[in-house]
């Protein structure tokens, strides 16, 4: 008994319907027997009771009109009450029992045949038979998933709702005694299978997953909220053996392999183009519904059953829509093409596309490629525009690199593609790191590790050659990047023959003179000093502007580009140098910053020979080789002999200086004799003032007038009628007012007039007005502060040139320096500010050490500064010691009261110094008494706070003088050194006492000098100075000031020539006191000093916020 259809079915046939191991197991089933009741409908529907672990009711039947596939030959369709529900071992097993009791033979192809059975078989179909019952047997009551669909309407997709299930005891599913909501708790009966539960508790809890509030499930799980994710959970569960049904549990579900779905399209009669949705969902004969929105499955079903299939790709939301308002698109003959090359590659996108009758030529759509439009425009501006290029058929759109907000801005009607290939764009644009030959062609992207594009870049100047040479070729060597051209590029080559820079100078009319209003007043010189300088460089055959040339170097850019295309590299040694060059002289007379109307002055040779030294001398004026020739020339000076009536030898050093002095005025040109304190300057001055007599030079019509301090006038009174009896020296101590007698009768017949700087101030008028044969600043260090009124009369002065005489050329600032410059060398600098700018900031925060030598270089010609060590090998040494000297305890308890106090005080003024800086230097002030006498600040005092300085000095004074020695001491607190004198007088020590009200100066010298008195006391402002007194061999200092070069003036006044004596010098300083911190402070300023006078090294500063912390012991940053 068996139906045709059943004896076509072969072995081969069974296994791609069930599965290879599915039909093994039946065979096993059928072989033992496991069939009964097998009856024939009259229908030709198979029935049988079934015995594995339970008995299970199978039926088998062929569906009429449904389409024969190689997954269902014979339209097979099953049915079982076995958890997996269809196509199972059970109904297998009907099948082969079936032909088997029908006697059915082996067709040739096809058709069933049972081979006798093996040995091997024979033993191994037991395990077999073991595990199949292992894998039946349930530990409890089975569930099922009820499966049923909610039409699809206009407005909404069809629905997919699942509902659990369980085995009642007649054997039919009941949905009483399980819902979702025990499964979701956990509550469902434990008689129920345990892989069964745990299969639709996963169901439920994934519902409840994507709800954002508490979840309470209902009857049914609307599966199509799920998506996609549905699949795997139904899969999972068939796997686990429940079984899927429909209709309330009479009908199975099938759950088919993926499907896809796919448009058909073809051209009717009018050449209409027609979109048809087709699917081969097998199992069934049911038109298929889509299921979820966007649609990801498919679903049909009958009176016999349901087949469920995802689908193998989800449609996009468009696309469901579309498929859903109409099984059919029509597109009129007139649109077809704009859909063919406009939409239909948005269709393949999601599904496939296919002409069942080959009427519609499908357009290819070729992967995006880059499309790069490159325009050269004239000055090396190339502009770039980047595009994706997308090709349907024989079509190109052209889409900008940023894609679209969302796909509806390209709405009907437009001709651009709707979808685009976001991976493949993202491809191209990873392989774009060529480039990185150009600068501006790429950016950093926010949160992505390769770099973007920039859309429309511009590239201007180097960016274009490294473009056009090292970048575009290889981009058009990409079969991926279609490039196009606008304008043709420039032949980029670099110069064979690097560039050559030329210079020259020019005579300025007045017109062209400095624009120093300072300057232009600074002496009879004036426009002459000033030079036109120009410069020029040539690379190959073609002028580069210079404005050009230093923008670049200024940008450190690397080449200089012409505008023909050839280049050359600025990273030489000579360009940087002439940058450097050209900038200081720009700023050294605030010029503008191109190069332009660039000027020099005659005091500016070092730069002139520094560029001389880069190029090509094309024209220079006459007067300027005269006079800038003559001061290059200062390394190998004239050697004038002294004149016959200098009656003084000169030692080597002070000759070579009297020779400097002679080139100096022998060119009208200014300079600083800078010796170290002790050397002669003054008898060198002296020298060379008297060849000038000698040779007529000097007359009583233009005097030589000396400007120093008053305690030094009658040294040079006296140095010069000892030295140079010829010169004719009068000394102006009195005023014009004073005397009632004019200036000119008063310095009449004086080869060299002697005043003070004071009566310099007092008869500014008188002496600004007459022309002078020459100016010496002595002590010229007096004139440092350029904005007091000394340094303006000084600069005022009319001279052909002018010498500054000074030990100490630098106290505390570089601006020191500058301020004497500016007066001997008017417009070798600028402005003190533009000077402050270039030099002295950029030196002093150690930004630019490079500009120490710049500015060595530069007052090399007229500087001279020899020290005693280096020339005068005969001194003999100088000896120099700290004493720290402790308080006595009264002393130190005065001291430590009022150290606090004023601490706090001074603290509280340090946010703005300049404006408190008086206040700030009187408390100090007030510390440092205090660390000498407290007398001196608390006249109240008791006795017992004795000065232990005092002590300490007397202690050493009473030794030396019984040994012969001879001392001087030194105080800057006139007071204080009062308090020394009466103890001198009360221990019966002979001693001589100078300070400023002293009259007679001259008289008090001459009794230390010629007498025997063992001390001399000497107020350090007033006899620090134009003092020899080698006399004494000791120096004590009892207090020390803020500035090192002071003291070493008054040092100095034993310490020099003339001196045959070792001297020995004693700071006194009063432990753990202000004192100590100010000797810390002279030891930095004297290092600065050695540096930039001596060495070449960094420059000194005012006193500063940090300075004052410091002598105050605060750590710097605490301001209370």
Not at 465 to 489: H, K, M
Not at 539 to 567: H, I, N
Not at 1007 to 1012: A, E, H, I, K, P
Request: contains cysteine; hydrophobic residues 40%; charged residues 25%.
């Amino acid at each position: 008994m068996a139906p045709d259809w059943i004896r076509q079915l072969g072995r081969d046939d069974l296994s791609r319907v069930f599965g290879t191991t599915t039909v093994t197991r039946a065979v096993t089933y059928q072989r033992r027997g496991a069939v009964h009741g097998l009856r024939e409908d009259q229908d030709g529907v198979l029935r049988a009771t079934v015995y594995g672990n339970r008995r299970y009711s199978t039926t088998v039947w062929s569906q009429a009109g449904a389409r024969r596939t190689p997954r269902r030959p014979a339209g097979l369709a099953t049915s079982c009450s076995c958890p997996v529900g269809t196509l199972c071992k059970h109904a297998a097993a009907v099948i082969l029992h079936a032909q088997r009791t029908a006697g059915a033979a082996t067709p040739a192809s096809g058709t069933p045949h049972t081979p006798a059975t093996a040995a091997w078989e024979n033993l191994l179909a037991p395990v077999l038979a073991e595990l199949d019952s292992a894998s039946e047997d349930r530990s409890g009551t089975p569930l099922a998933l009820q499966v049923e669909l909610a039409q699809a309407t206009t407005a909404h997709p069809t629905r997919l709702r699942l509902k659990p299930l369980v085995r009642g005891a007649s054997g039919a599913w009941i949905q009483t005694g399980v819902s979702w909501a025990d499964l979701h708790r956990g509550y469902a009966s434990a008689r129920t299978d345990d892989r069964h539960r745990a299969a639709l508790a996963a169901v439920v809890q994934a519902q409840a997953a994507r709800s954002p509030h508490w979840y309470h499930p209902g009857e049914w799980v609307e599966a199509t909220a799920l998506g996609p994710a549905v699949w795997p959970l139904l899969r999972d569960a068939a796997h686990a053996g429940v079984a899927l049904v429909t209709g309330r549990g009479r009908r199975s579900v099938r759950l088919a392999d993926p499907v896809e779905l796919s448009l058909d399209l073809t051209r009717d009669s009018d050449a209409a183009i027609t979109l048809a949705p087709v699917v081969d969902l097998p199992g069934t004969t049911a038109p298929p519904q889509l299921v979820g929105d966007p649609g990801h499955g498919l679903a049909a079903g009958d009176e016999h059953g349901m087949v469920l299939a995802p689908l193998t790709r989800p449609l996009s939301k468009a696309v469901t829509t579309l498929l859903g308002q109409a099984g059919r698109l029509r597109v009129p003959a007139a649109d077809s093409e704009r859909f063919l090359t406009a939409y239909s590659p948005a269709l393949r996108r999601h599904t496939t596309l296919t002409s069942s009758d080959g009427s519609v030529l499908i357009p290819e759509v070729r992967p995006p490629h880059l499309g790069l439009t490159v325009t050269f425009e004239p000055g090396h501006l190339t502009r770039l525009r980047w595009t994706f290029r997308y090709a349907v058929g024989q079509v190109t759109h052209d889409v900008p690199l940023l894609p679209p907000r969302n796909s509806q801005d390209h709405h009907a009607g437009s001709p651009q593609p709707v979808v685009r290939d976001p991976d493949r764009e993202e491809a191209l644009l990873s392989s774009l790191d060529i480039l990185d030959g150009a600068p501006g062609l790429r950016i950093p992207l926010p949160g992505k590790a390769r770099l973007g594009v920039v859309l429309e870049p511009e590239l201007t100047g180097w960016a274009t050659v490294q473009f056009a040479r090292d970048v575009l070729p290889a981009l058009q060597e990409r079969d991926d990047i279609d490039v196009t051209l606008v304008g043709e590029p420039l032949s980029y080559a670099e110069v064979e023959d690097g560039p050559v820079v030329q210079v020259s100078t020019r005579d300025l009319g007045p017109e062209d003179g400095p624009d120093d209003a300072e300057t232009r007043e600074a002496g009879v010189n004036g426009d002459r000093d000033w030079f036109g300088l120009g410069l020029s460089v040539r690379a190959g055959d073609q002028e580069v502007p210079l404005r050009d040339l230093l923008t670049a170097l200024t940008r450190d850019e690397e080449v200089l580009l012409l505008p023909d295309g050839s280049w050359f590299r600025l990273d030489t040694d000579e360009l940087r140098a002439l940058h450097r060059l050209v900038q200081e002289a720009l700023a050294l007379h605030d010029g503008a910053d191109d190069g332009d109307g660039l000027r020099i002055n005659r005091y500016q040779a070092g730069l002139w020979e520094e560029l001389v030294a880069l190029g090509v001398v094309t024209e220079q004026s006459e007067r300027w080789q005269r006079t800038v020739g003559a001061l290059l020339a200062l390394e190998e000076l004239p050697h004038p002999d002294p004149p016959g009536t200098v009656e003084a030898t000169l030692r080597d050093y002070q000759l070579d200086g009297y020779r400097w002095l002679s080139f100096l005025l022998d060119h009208d040109l200014g300079g600083i004799l800078a010796d170290d304190m002790g050397l002669g300057k003054t008898l060198q001055v002296l020298t060379a003032a008297e060849r000038l007599r000698a040779e007529g030079r000097l007359s009583p019509e233009k005097p030589l007038l000396v400007v120093a301090p008053t305690s030094v006038l009658a040294t040079w009174q006296r140095e010069a009628a000892r030295f140079t009896p010829h010169l004719d020296v009068m000394a102006l101590t009195q005023t014009t007012r004073r005397t009632g007698r004019p200036l000119d009768d008063l310095v009449a017949g004086a080869h060299v007039v002697v005043t003070s700087y004071t009566l310099l101030r007092i008869e500014e008028e008188h002496l600004v007005e007459r022309a002078w044969g020459g100016v010496v600043l002595d002590e010229a260090q007096a004139v440092k502060n350029h904005r007091s009124r000394t340094y303006q009369v000084a600069r005022r002065l009319r001279a052909p040139v002018k010498i500054a005489v000074t030990g100490t050329p630098l106290e505390n600032s570089l601006m020191d320096l500058w301020a004497l410059l500016s007066i001997v060398a008017p417009g070798l600098f600028s402005s003190p500010e533009r000077f402050s700018t270039v030099f002295r900031r950029p030196i002093e925060s150690g930004t630019a050490p490079e500009l120490l030598d710049t500015l060595r270089r530069r007052i090399r010609p007229l500087v001279l500064r020899r020290t005693k060590e280096s020339v005068a090998a005969d001194l003999p040494p100088k000896i120099e010691q700290v004493v720290s000297v402790p308080l006595n305890p009264a002393h130190r308890r005065i001291y430590d009261t009022h150290l606090q106090r004023e601490r706090q005080r001074i603290l509280g003024l340090l946010d703005d110094v300049d404006r408190h800086r008086i206040a700030i230097l009187a408390a100090l002030t007030k510390l440092r008494q205090l660390s000498l006498d407290v007398h001196l600040v608390v006249p109240d005092a008791p006795a017992s706070a004795r000065p232990s300085k005092v002590d300490a000095l007397l202690e050493q004074v009473v030794e030396l003088a019984a040994e012969g020695h001879r001392c001087l001491v030194f105080s800057q607190f006139t007071r204080f050194l009062r308090v020394v004198r009466d103890r001198l007088q009360a221990e019966g020590i002979e001693h001589v006492y100078l300070d400023g009200r002293t009259r007679d100066r001259p008289r008090r010298i001459a009794q230390f000098t010629d007498g025997d008195a063992p001390v001399f006391l000497i107020s350090l402002k007033a006899g620090g100075s134009g003092l020899t007194l080698t006399e004494a061999d000791y120096v004590f200092v009892l207090d020390p000031w803020w500035n090192p070069a002071v003291e070493a003036q008054a040092v100095d006044r034993t310490h020099r020539i003339g001196q045959d004596k070792t001297v020995m010098v004693y700071r006194l300083v009063a432990e753990d006191t202000i004192e100590e911190k100010v000797v810390a402070l002279q030891e930095h300023k004297r290092e600065l000093f050695d540096k930039v006078v001596d060495a070449g090294g960094a420059l000194g500063a005012p006193l500063s916020a940090e300075d004052i912390r410091g002598l105050l012991d605060v750590p710097a940053g605490l301001t209370s």
